[in-house]
């Protein structure tokens, strides 16, 4: 699934039925099908990618998320290699490489905001952006000699991906918003 129709691949609204609905969604919203018209999502996980998609109806909440001067944080998990090394890349990745995650890159041509990087494990980095370029945080890792081998969006302003499984989705309760 992707969050946007790809070649060959049915985009992530598709999965927003009852069969889906995560059983421990403790907002108390009934499904109806009404709640699908006009679905789309608040940003783009591409299809190598796993974790949490916000799906609305609200235009302003969609450019809130995604907006050119989007304010709200989105965090990923980001399982990396570096070069001929197997293990605590952490050790080995030199420290004005991870310094430029976090700020001085630039991507077509354009200057990033600056980015929260850090060392999650010896294998994995903690990203929070407040930007989303097309396949930016790989894009990213490939310009300091990383090779992201897996990314998972864990949370996007104050909303989580707790323990929701792939491939199912619960609503918003009331305390939760953007």
Same mark, same amino acid.
């Given at each position: 699934?992707?969050?946007?129709?790809? $070649?060959?691949?049915?985009?992530?609204?598709?999965?927003?039925?009852? !069969?889906?609905?995560?059983?421990? $969604?403790?907002?108390?919203?009934?499904?109806?099908?009404?709640?699908?018209?006009?679905? !789309?999502? !608040?940003?783009? %996980?591409?299809?190598?990618?796993?974790?949490?998609?916000? &799906?609305?109806?609200?235009?302003?909440?969609?450019?809130?998320?995604?907006?050119?001067?989007?304010?709200?944080?989105?965090?990923? &998990?980001?399982?990396?290699?570096?070069?001929?090394?197997?293990?605590?890349? $952490?050790?080995?990745?030199?420290?004005?490489?991870? !310094? %430029? @995650?976090?700020?001085?890159?630039? %991507?077509?041509?354009?200057? @990033?905001?600056?980015?929260?990087?850090?060392?999650?494990?010896?294998?994995? @980095?903690?990203?929070? &952006?407040?930007?989303?370029?097309?396949?930016?945080?790989?894009?990213?890792?490939?310009?300091?000699? @990383?090779?992201?081998?897996? %990314?998972?969006?864990?949370?996007?302003?104050?909303?989580?991906?707790?323990?929701?499984?792939?491939?199912?989705?619960?609503?918003?309760?009331?305390?939760?918003?953007?």
């Amino acid at each position: 699934m992707s969050g946007q129709a790809e $070649d060959g691949y049915e985009p992530a609204v598709t999965l927003v039925n009852p !069969a889906n609905h995560w059983e421990e $969604d403790r907002s108390g919203i009934r499904f109806s099908p009404g709640h699908l018209r006009t679905l !789309a999502p !608040a940003g783009r %996980l591409d299809i190598d990618s796993t974790g949490l998609l916000v &799906l609305t109806q609200d235009g302003r909440i969609a450019k809130q998320l995604i907006g050119g001067h989007s304010e709200v944080d989105k965090e990923y &998990l980001v399982r990396v290699r570096f070069g001929e090394h197997t293990v605590d890349f $952490d050790r080995h990745l030199p420290a004005e490489k991870l !310094a %430029l @995650l976090r700020h001085g890159l630039e %991507l077509d041509g354009v200057p @990033l905001k600056t980015a929260q990087v850090s060392w999650q494990n010896g294998e994995q @980095l903690r990203s929070v &952006l407040r930007e989303g370029k097309k396949r930016q945080i790989r894009r990213m890792c490939e310009l300091v000699g @990383l090779e992201v081998v897996g %990314l998972k969006r864990i949370r996007m302003g104050r909303i989580t991906l707790g323990a929701l499984p792939p491939g199912q989705w619960r609503y918003l309760g009331p305390n939760e918003s953007f």
